[in-house]
Nanobody, 117 residues
Framework: QVQLVESGGGLVQAGGSLRLSCAASGSILGFNAMGWYRQAPGKQRELVADITRDGTTNYADSVKGRFTISRDNGKNVVYLQMNSLKPEDTAVYYC???????????WGQGTQVTVSS
């Protein structure tokens, strides 16, 4: 059973930085795409960034130039470095992974990020 453990959320002032981590375990197959989504109150969940196994990245326009996604394939960990945070980045951030060969999709439990103005 694949499990995702997220960490790194919290409260930060506008302009500050946070680094989210998501460690995936329970699969001997590894993972293709790994990514981060977020959901603000009253809004739909949206893609923040994702990264393929070979390191190709994709970002939402709203975070380009401020956020950086990376991963460690050996450890099955995906990171999201968030700089120049804005109040509108406030949301619950969810880790998302796609298992290799099965294409099964898994979600983390979510971590709260709050940016104060």
């Amino acid at each position: 059973q694949v499990q995702l453990v997220e960490s790194g959320g919290g409260l930060v002032q506008a302009g500050g930085s946070l680094r989210l981590s998501c460690a995936a375990s329970g699969s001997i197959l590894g993972f293709n795409a790994m990514g981060w989504y977020r959901q603000a109150p009253g809004k739909q969940r949206e893609l923040v960034a994702d990264i393929t196994r070979d390191g190709t990245t994709n970002y939402a326009d709203s975070v380009k130039g401020r956020f950086t996604i990376s991963r460690d394939n050996g450890k099955n960990v995906v990171y999201l470095q968030m700089n120049s945070l804005k109040p509108e980045d406030t949301a619950v951030y969810y880790c998302n992974v796609v298992e290799r060969f099965t294409a099964r999709l898994y979600w983390g439990q979510g971590t709260q990020v709050t940016v104060s103005s």
